[in-house]
């Protein structure tokens, strides 16, 4: 079309005509009314391509933040499955007897399968060695054991008569009955509390004895919010975190409105710092101390059970109206401790 444009003009100069002549033909208007137009065109091509321009920066960063997002969330799985990989080892090496390599085999393979995870922890709450629920998962598992180098148990198919269970008298003298009411919680399974099946379910209420014999309750719901510490006295880790709190309150920072109770639990005469009673004198723990009581049918510890222990020490949150607000396994930054607690208090 500009060509077109382009020879009319000449043609109409070369005949002659005046300058007047060639602006007012109808000719030279529809050139430039298409002139304009494709001016126009131009323009907005122009202020189109610049908006594309835009956009296509503004898509760039957000493509840019999205994979850092990806890769920030990604390393934190990997943190979060390598601190739950430890802590497996560290449970399997302390209270299962098994050297270092096997429990790294066992806790490395539990975090990869999930079917395997599963198993674990329905062993962790079976109280039939011989159910069917057992054995299944006992089955389930021989894959991981054989691979750790691990013979599964022999189960008891019940044809061999059993001779009632007696505790030692030492280990007797360092537990008390304890009755529990209400559900037990879950096993804690994760790393991450926000994803604890427990957090904002109802805590069980423990009743039972300390050392001397006076009775002591775990009742949030009466009694307030409280902190519960289950401890064992053979465990370095609770060495270490016993001071912590300690600091804590000599330092006042503990708030008064919190209830901090310990539980004695996961009694072993063969262990360090047995008698349990004389440890926690010796720690100079002044708060309430529950004797845990042994459940000799189901072979656990029952107010160590009943809160879903997986290590010790074990801390649980309760608020004021009984309700699971925190669980976690093994040590924490004392810092940590009291933004929690602060918390816990704000939202009685």
């Not at 995870?117 to 039939?128: E, F, G, H």
């Not at 299944?136 to 059993?162: R, V």
């Not at 330092?251 to 047995?274: H, K, M, Q, Y």
Request: hydrophobic residues 40%; charged residues 20%.
């Amino acid at each position: 079309m500009r060509a077109r444009a382009v020879v009319a003009v000449g043609a109409l100069i070369l005949s002659g005509c005046g300058a007047g002549d060639v602006t007012e033909s109808t000719e030279y208007v529809s050139l430039e009314t298409e002139n304009q137009s494709l001016s126009g065109d131009l323009e907005g091509a122009r202020v189109e391509l610049g908006v594309s321009e835009r956009q296509m920066h503004e898509l760039d960063g957000q493509l840019s933040e999205s994979q850092e997002q990806l890769a920030e969330a990604k390393q934190q799985g990997l943190e979060i499955s390598a601190d739950f990989a430890d802590f497996l080892a560290y449970q399997f090496s302390n209270a299962g007897g098994l050297s270092i390599s096997q429990s790294e085999c066992l806790s490395d393979g539990m975090v990869e399968d999930d079917s395997a995870r599963a198993a674990y922890l329905v062993l962790l709450r079976s109280t039939d060695p011989a159910s069917s629920e057992t054995t299944g998962a006992y089955a389930s598992l021989n894959g991981l054991f054989e691979a750790c180098d691990l013979n599964l148990p022999a189960l008891d198919d019940g044809s061999t008569p059993t001779t009632p269970i007696e505790l030692p008298q030492e280990v007797a003298d360092a537990t008390r009955p304890v009755e529990v009411i209400g559900a037990p919680l879950p096993v804690l399974a994760t790393a991450d509390s926000d994803a604890d099946p427990a957090k904002g379910t109802k805590a069980p209420v423990l009743v039972g004895e300390d050392y001397e014999g006076h009775p002591v309750r775990i009742d949030a719901a009466v009694s307030g919010p409280t902190m519960v510490v289950v401890l064992a006295h053979w465990c370095p880790h609770c060495n270490a975190e016993i001071p912590r709190l300690n600091q804590l309150r000599d330092e006042g920072r503990i708030p008064e409105a919190v209830n901090l109770i310990a539980i004695s639990s996961a009694i072993d005469p063969a262990a360090p710092n047995f008698p349990p009673d004389v440890w926690i004198a010796d720690m100079d723990w002044t708060y309430p101390v529950l004797a845990d009581g042994i459940d000799l049918e189901r072979g656990l510890f029952i107010g160590s059970d009943a809160f879903g222990t997986s290590g010790f020490p074990f801390t649980v949150l309760i608020d004021g109206d009984g309700n699971v607000a925190a669980r976690w396994a093994g040590e924490r930054d004392p810092e940590e401790i009291v933004t929690l607690l602060d918390a816990l208090v704000a939202s009685a």
